[in-house]
């Protein structure tokens, strides 16, 4: 018989993901999407044991909400498997919407699903998972890859690769590595990612062929955060009070006022609601005075950054400079760069990124993720 392209695909799993053949019993994180839906079913399909686990997150109208609770209740009945659910909406009020307000009131743009991903996902999934004792993994539905280091790799740098190694999705276009920096090593060696090797094209294709519920479900656009609030804006106009300051020019001049730079990032053109003789962009944020500095577009290039409370996920962490390629945000290409440790204190330690190529609008708050 001719295997599908999933099937070899996911085969390996069987041998270097459980602890033995005979006890192949896994939990799935279900949002109600296709994605997990269509991780689900194929993991089923591949022999393993599977149930289902939703995270209550919100409560309301989006994906990770109300709505995504009965899409996913539905595909676990449609599939004949168990599902369970975890009210998780006060960790995540607290991990999440608590450090993403506090963020912007001092003035940091903050990535929220990085957020999720470390301190309520992974590790709630991980944890009941571990309760139970009887699933050997987890797996998700998200576009990257988990490979284990089988031999003692090291790298042209003389840095050692960990056990476990995180990798871009196949499909660059949908790769969510970017998202996993912050994983451990205990939770990549109970983690299956069986779209990591798809092409999105693929994944509807596949939902269609097991004839899921959620193979035409439009795909989420926004943050659950935008989804449950109906904007950002609304998100942060509900947790934040305004507070009315001025617009400053870098050289000094004031050129307007805001009403909380909440209401900003590095970056930003749109909204300034200034005039000047050319196009002005937001240069920095300045909480405790609270002032919004603006500049022209090449005052926004730089080619250094301090980065702070790093996760070395699949190196051990290095004493010396090394070579890398730095993406600073979700959407933008890898640009090579040098990674130099330099200690702050006795305790802690922080690395400059030194890149090869000077970036517009490196924001305080995103991450900096590194291959």
Not at 146 to 155: D, Q, T
Not at 165 to 180: A, C, E, I, P
Request: contains cysteine.
């Amino acid at each position: 018989m001719i295997k599908s392209i999933t099937e070899k695909k996911l085969e390996n799993y069987s041998s270097t993901n459980s602890k033995s053949k005979n006890q192949k019993k896994l939990v799935v994180g279900l949002s109600g999407g296709v994605d997990s839906s269509l991780s689900a079913a194929l993991l089923i399909e591949n022999g393993w044991d599977v149930e289902g686990l939703t995270l209550w997150l919100m409560k309301g109208q989006g994906s990770c909400c109300s709505e995504g609770l009965v899409d996913a209740a539905g595909l676990c009945e449609d599939l004949g498997i168990k599902h369970h659910i975890i009210d998780s909406r006060n960790l995540f009020s607290e991990k999440v919407i608590k450090e993403t307000t506090g963020g912007y009131e001092v003035g940091i743009t903050p990535l929220p699903c990085s957020m999720c991903n470390k301190n309520v996902k992974f590790e709630e999934m991980l944890n009941w998972a571990k309760d139970q004792h009887e699933f050997t993994n987890i797996a998700t539905g998200h576009y990257a890859r988990v490979k284990k280091n089988n031999i003692s790799l090291s790298h042209s740098n003389n840095f050692k690769y960990k056990d476990y190694l995180l990798l871009r999705g196949v499909d660059l276009n949908k790769d969510q590595s970017y998202f996993l920096y912050s994983l451990s090593q205990e939770v990549l060696s109970r983690l299956i990612l069986p779209l990591g090797e798809l092409k999105k094209e693929d994944t509807r294709k596949e939902a269609a062929r097991l004839g899921l519920r959620t193979a035409k479900k439009p795909e989420s656009q926004d943050l659950c955060l935008v989804e449950h609030y109906g904007s950002m804006l609304n998100f942060i106009d509900k947790h934040i009070e305004t507070k009315v300051g001025e617009i400053k020019h870098i050289n000094g001049q004031i050129l307007g006022s805001h009403n909380g730079i909440q209401h900003y990032t590095v970056g930003q053109r749109k909204g300034l609601g200034i005039a000047w003789s050319e196009p002005l962009y937001v240069k920095k944020l300045d909480h405790l005075k609270n002032i919004v500095y603006v500049a022209s577009i090449s005052d926004l290039l730089e080619r250094e950054a301090f980065i702070k409370e790093l996760n070395w996920v699949s190196i051990e962490e290095p004493n010396f400079p090394i070579e890398v390629e730095a993406q600073i945000r979700y959407r933008s290409k890898p640009i090579k760069s040098k990674l130099i440790p330099q200690r702050e204190d006795n305790f802690n330690k922080r690395f400059k990124l030194v890149l090869d190529e000077p970036q517009s609008s490196i924001t305080p708050g995103q991450a900096a993720v590194f291959l």
